[in-house]
């Protein structure tokens, strides 16, 4: 029942990416499946790459953009040690949901520009509506979101670089219940927090035809605090405050993008997070313990996660059809962070590509418009009685995401 119950606030299904980390952010970075780095630009390089704000051309500019989320069905077959019933099948419910996302770029003072990105880089849920899942993830929430100011500089011509601060707010809801006729316990904890990073960026242009860049994103632990309201069927009780620390990884970016005959841009992104920084996760309770003594092999016990970290591998193609259109195309393959002794029906995660399409029309020369769709597909992952006691397969974990957006040009 100790590895059973314990849960994660940082493991479950993610979006696009390994982990839960969640590159795709923009509508163009949707189309190009985030391999839009070295040729980031207008509003949206605030956040991709806020060094090419540097040589940004016309005055300032700002983008809205909205992204539709949905996640499949994931299935499991097989047995787990905790559930007496024997093999056993499950499914976790359909997800749906909107990512609002904001970008700035300001008017050049010499050679400075400042930007400003509100995205939500991390991100999760999960529910599952059969037992023994119910017991790990009835519900399994974290949604964050991040305030991004960044400052470029030009250097000359070929180079610039540019640093921000970044401030996240994360906000995280667990639920859990094991209902069983000898033992049965229930968790519901909510829980937020406000927590600070930073970023940095460069860009090389060796060639008018040819961009090199570099970014790196700070590992951000989420100190999470809230309440929490625990029990047991066999007299255990505990409602007072909780906190949990999770890492957002640290990631580092590096790309290369060329551009053949004035129209047609190929960038290659090598994307690599530090996941290995996620070793376990403890739950500190700081209330009243008078009934905490049974709970505490369920609830209490810090978990091992012993994440590592990935790579990925990021290609996109963006062309310019005529003055007024621009289509993109993209690819990636993820790698997994979670380690098979250690996977549990919070997180079933697994290596996986993605592809994508978008375009971008301008209406004038101050707005254009734009809209993209990716599709993750996630492979089956079998476990043989891994420390959480699964034996099965996961399936059928894939993901749509579909953006709009619109840039203004003043």
């Known amino acids: 029942m100790k590895r059973f119950g314990l849960l994660s606030l940082a493991a479950t299904t993610a979006l696009m990416a390994s982990g839960y980390k969640i590159p795709e952010q923009s509508q163009k970075g949707v189309a190009l499946s985030s391999a839009y ?27 809205i953009d909205v992204s539709y989320i949905h996640l499949t069905s994931t299935r499991f077959e097989g047995t787990v040690a905790a559930d007496p019933t024997g093999p056993t099948s499950a499914s ?26 509100l995205t939500s ?59 069983a006729a000898s033992y049965a316990f229930a968790r519901d904890m909510e829980g937020d927090g406000f927590d600070f990073g930073y970023n940095l960026a460069l860009t090389y242009k060796p060639l008018k035809e040819l961009s090199l860049a570099a970014t790196y994103r700070s590992k951000i632990d989420l100190d999470i605090k809230g309440n929490a309201r625990l029990s047991n069927s066999i007299g255990g009780f505990y409602s007072g405050p909780v906190s949990i620390r999770i890492p957002a990884p640290a990631t580092l970016n590096l790309a290369a993008a060329y551009t053949f005959n004035e129209k047609t841009t190929v960038e290659f992104v090598y994307d690599k997070a530090y996941w290995s920084k996620y070793k ?6 700081q209330g009243d313990k008078t009934n905490f003594a049974t709970l505490q092999a369920v609830f209490d016990a810090p978990l091992d996660k012993s ?41 079933p995660d697994s290596k996986g590509m993605a592809y994508s399409v978008g375009a971008r029309h301008a ?8 809209a993209s769709f990716m599709y993750a597909d996630r492979e089956n992952r079998t476990v043989s009685n891994n420390d959480n006691g699964i034996d099965g397969t996961f399936s059928n974990t894939a993901v749509y995401f579909l953006s709009l957006g619109v840039e203004y040009k003043f």
């Open 37 to 63: 780095v070295a040729n980031a630009h207008g509003a949206d390089a605030s956040y991709y790459n806020p060094a090419n704000m540097a040589f940004e051309t016309g005055n300032g500019s700002f983008e």
């Open 92 to 117: 976790s419910k359909k997800e749906h949901f909107l990512i609002p996302t904001f970008y700035y770029v300001s008017p050049a003072v010499g050679n400075l520009r400042f930007g400003l990105a």
């Open 121 to 179: 880089p991390v991100g999760l849920t999960k529910r599952w509506e059969d037992q023994p899942a119910k017991a790990s993830a009835e519900e399994f929430s974290l949604m964050t979101y991040e305030i991004n100011p960044t400052l470029a500089y030009k250097v000359n011509e070929k180079f610039s670089v540019a640093a921000g601060l970044r401030v996240i707010y994360s906000d995280g809801t667990v639920k859990s219940t094991a209902p």
């Open 280 to 285: 376990t996760l403890d739950f500190e309770y």
């Open 307 to 347: 994440w590592k970290d990935t790579d990925s591998y990021r290609l996109g193609v963006t062309h310019k059809y005529d003055s007024s259109w621009t289509v993109m195309a993209g690819f990636v393959y993820f790698e997994t962070p979670v380690p098979e002794k250690t996977l549990s029906f919070e997180l």
């Open 363 to 370: 209406l004038s020369k101050e707005v254009e418009i734009g």
